[in-house]
């Protein structure tokens, strides 16, 4: 069902939408909330996204462009999805949460941090488990730029150091890659919710 009530509290009838993308499919049984006033009144889904049997959308999320979500995959409320990330069945994203930019979230898993763009996680409580290689080779990104990403990847999630001494060593060898500086813009983004860290990091 597509833009009934909010299931939050402090949503008082409001007048509130969905937006809905171009060439966007929506199946069975999914639930799509409209947004509240804390976050802005609007829930968008892209265009050309996948939501499968069951998934829910909550209020105020903002859904990217060419984004699936398979059966049962679940959002909390304000959470922020990527374009071209893949959500497993029965995932479940915690709200306030972003995913970047082809992120693959496996099923069953549990998120409660923010999921790098071109990252892979997995497991309860969700843990980054690398990068989403499979989904970069089928957008057509060159061998030479999954490489350049595996190797920031490996010297962001580092044992030495901080991950602010690493963030800004990775900008200074990456400045001129796109892809590299759009994860180290999202690590430094504010954010309510902390970044997702390999199983080894996490309790960093």
């Known amino acids: ?9 402090k949503y008082k009838g409001e007048s509130s939408r969905v937006e809905i993308g171009e060439n966007t499919v929506i199946r069975e049984h999914v639930t799509i909330h409209p947004g509240t006033e804390g976050g802005g009144l609007i829930t968008r889904v892209g265009n050309d996204c996948l939501v499968m049997v069951g998934a829910h959308i909550a209020h105020d999320c903002q859904i990217g462009n060419s984004v699936i979500m398979a059966n049962n995959a679940t959002l909390g409320g304000h959470v922020k999805v990527g374009d071209y990330a893949i959500l497993g069945g029965l995932a479940a994203i915690h709200q306030f949460v972003r995913i970047g930019h082809h992120g693959m979230v496996g099923g069953l898993s549990a998120v ?5 763009p071109y990252g892979s996680v997995m497991g309860n409580r969700a843990y980054l488990c690398g990068l989403n290689t499979v989904g970069l080779k089928r957008r057509g990104f060159s061998r030479d730029n999954i490489h350049s990403l595996r190797a920031a ?10 991950l602010a001494e690493r ?7 990456f400045s001129d890659n796109a892809a590299i500086m759009e994860i180290v813009h999202f690590i430094q983004a504010d954010s309510s919710r902390a970044v997702c860290q390999p199983q080894t ?3 960093a």
């Open 167 to 173: 963030l800004e060593d990775v900008a200074d060898m």
């Open 112 to 116: 409660e941090n923010d999921v790098i």
């Open 153 to 162: 990847y490996r010297l962001l999630f580092a044992e030495e150091g901080t």
């Open 1 to 9: 069902m597509v833009g009934e009530r909010p299931q939050d509290l």
């Open 201 to 203: 990091k996490r309790a």
